[in-house]
């Protein structure tokens, strides 16, 4: 699995498949800015971005080699399952390397002069741990919807489009919904909150890791 994730990061670095989303990131995390000025605020927001972000990395990583290429490399690695689960894995790598300029904004916009009361809520311990874990759920939730709705699964890039914006919105606007909770508690730190933040994200990871098993397998049998 580690030689599908390496040689799928190297692929798409070379290929430039990443630039898009990551710039997309970088320009949305920099642009939306706080109202309130608070690193909090900021990390909620980049929390948001993340789960679109993410998805958009995971279709683009699944659709960024010719399915011929694909069964070559499944073959190498012991199946299409596999080959498909390490794509996966690798456009959660893609994701994770933008998360860093959540926190770089989120810095800069506490300091900003504009906001002289938002010195007073900077990056704390308790906003760094709770923010880290609301990234990982919308990182895992994102990569998630990418994989169900990539193809082979569906063909149409205009509904995959469409069902990936719908499957994201409803995550973050749903209450209850995993990242909806984390952006919450992102919003308002607080040690309890941390704690809430990282049951959820042990458990869309759990949730997560068997939507991307049964999603591989059907990509599987139908590529």
Same mark, same amino acid.
């Given at each position: 699995?580690?030689?599908?994730? &390496?040689?799928?990061?190297?692929?798409?670095?070379?290929?430039?498949?990443?630039?898009?989303?990551?710039? $997309?990131?970088?320009?949305?995390?920099?642009?939306?800015?706080?109202?309130?000025?608070?690193?909090?605020?900021a990390?909620?927001?980049?929390?948001? =971005?993340?789960?679109?972000?993410?998805?958009?990395?995971?279709?683009?990583?699944?659709?960024?080699?010719?399915?011929?290429?694909?069964?070559?490399?499944?073959?190498?690695?012991?199946?299409?399952?596999?080959?498909?689960?390490?794509?996966?894995? !690798?456009? @959660?790598?893609? *994701?994770? +390397?933008?998360v860093?300029?959540?926190?770089?904004?989120a810095?800069?916009?506490?300091?900003?002069? /504009?906001?002289?009361a938002?010195?007073?809520?900077g990056l704390?311990a308790?906003?760094?741990?709770?923010?880290?874990? !609301?990234? =990982?759920?919308?990182?895992?939730?994102?990569?998630?919807?990418?994989?169900?709705? /990539?193809?082979?699964l +569906?063909?149409?890039? $205009?509904?995959?489009?469409?069902?990936?914006?719908?499957?994201? +919105?409803?995550?973050?606007?749903?209450?209850? !919904?995993?990242v909806?909770?984390?952006?919450?508690?992102?919003?308002?730190?607080?040690?309890? &909150?941390? /704690?809430?933040?990282?049951?959820?994200?042990?458990?869309?990871?759990?949730?997560?890791?068997?939507?991307?098993?049964? @999603?591989? *397998?059907?990509?599987?049998?139908r590529?």
């Amino acid at each position: 699995m580690s030689a599908v994730v &390496g040689y799928t990061v190297a692929r798409c670095g070379r290929g430039q498949v990443w630039v898009a989303p990551w710039l $997309t990131f970088v320009v949305a995390a920099a642009l939306l800015d706080a109202p309130s000025g608070r690193a909090s605020d900021a990390l909620a927001l980049s929390t948001v =971005v993340l789960v679109f972000t993410s998805a958009w990395l995971t279709v683009a990583t699944a659709g960024s080699q010719p399915p011929e290429q694909a069964g070559v490399l499944a073959a190498a690695v012991g199946g299409a399952r596999r080959e498909r689960l390490g794509t996966q894995l !690798a456009s @959660a790598v893609g *994701g994770a +390397v933008v998360v860093p300029v959540s926190f770089l904004v989120a810095w800069v916009e506490s300091r900003d002069p /504009a906001h002289p009361a938002s010195l007073a809520h900077g990056l704390t311990a308790t906003l760094v741990v709770t923010a880290l874990l !609301a990234h =990982v759920v919308a990182l895992v939730c994102g990569t998630v919807v990418g994989a169900a709705f /990539a193809r082979p699964l +569906v063909t149409s890039r $205009t509904v995959t489009l469409l069902l990936v914006l719908l499957a994201g +919105v409803l995550l973050v606007i749903v209450p209850g !919904a995993p990242v909806s909770v984390a952006v919450d508690r992102t919003a308002h730190p607080t040690p309890a &909150g941390a /704690a809430v933040v990282a049951a959820t994200a042990a458990a869309v990871v759990v949730v997560g890791a068997g939507i991307a098993w049964w @999603a591989a *397998g059907r990509a599987a049998r139908r590529g």
